[in-house]
């Protein structure tokens, strides 16, 4: 809540609900500079997507949305990332080249399909240590960093709005979180 309404007396007391839900968010960006479409990994019981949760994806704008029973990324639906975004979206610029994709140590990432997969599509695999983000990851201060600033500045721009009422759901994370 903003610190007017809190002055005014109208709100006494303050709950939270509890019930959260998870949005994973997988990022890929490449060296050139030029964006790469991330995917939104929604949480639904039955693995489908709803159409509002997209309703305020406009003519333009792209991301790969996907859903899975408790809203995390899995094997399959990074191979699937892989696969359908990544590899499309970065293969002419290496023409007959190898492309370099550097990941954490994340399980899904090292397995023997994905091992075979990176292989055929001709990207080499750099893995980085576990618990060496901060010191080996320079995208999570230069860039995801400032993402999480935004999007942190965005919900309390919602919530200042609504003067505290408004929630974030799924099906208004895209057009808080969307880039601009």
């Not at 609900?17 to 994973?24: L, P, V």
């Not at 060296?31 to 693995?47: E, F, M, R, V």
């Not at 792209?62 to 809203?71: H, I, K, R, V």
């Not at 995208?139 to 974030?168: A, H, M, P």
């Amino acid at each position: 809540m903003t610190k007017q309404v809190y002055d005014s007396g109208k709100i006494i007391v303050v709950k939270q609900d509890g019930s959260r839900e998870f949005i994973s968010l997988l990022a890929s960006i490449c060296a050139d500079g030029t964006k790469i479409p991330l995917a939104l990994i929604y949480k639904g019981a039955s693995g489908d997507l709803q159409d509002s949760w997209l309703d305020d994806l406009k003519e333009g704008e792209y991301a790969w949305f996907t859903s899975s029973t408790n809203g995390w990324s899995s094997n399959a639906l990074r191979l699937a990332y892989l696969t359908q975004v990544f590899d499309p979206t970065t293969r002419a610029k290496a023409g007959r080249g190898r492309r370099l994709l550097i990941v954490d140590g994340h399980s899904s990432y090292v397995n023997m399909e994905f091992i075979r997969t990176y292989d055929r599509l001709k990207i080499l695999l750099l893995i980085l240590l576990p618990h060496s983000t901060y010191r080996l990851q320079p995208l999570d201060v230069g860039c995801f960093l400032l993402l999480s600033t935004c999007y942190s500045t965005e919900i309390n721009r919602l919530l200042d709005s609504s003067e505290g009422i408004s929630s974030l759901t799924k099906r208004t994370f895209w057009s808080v979180f969307k880039p601009t």
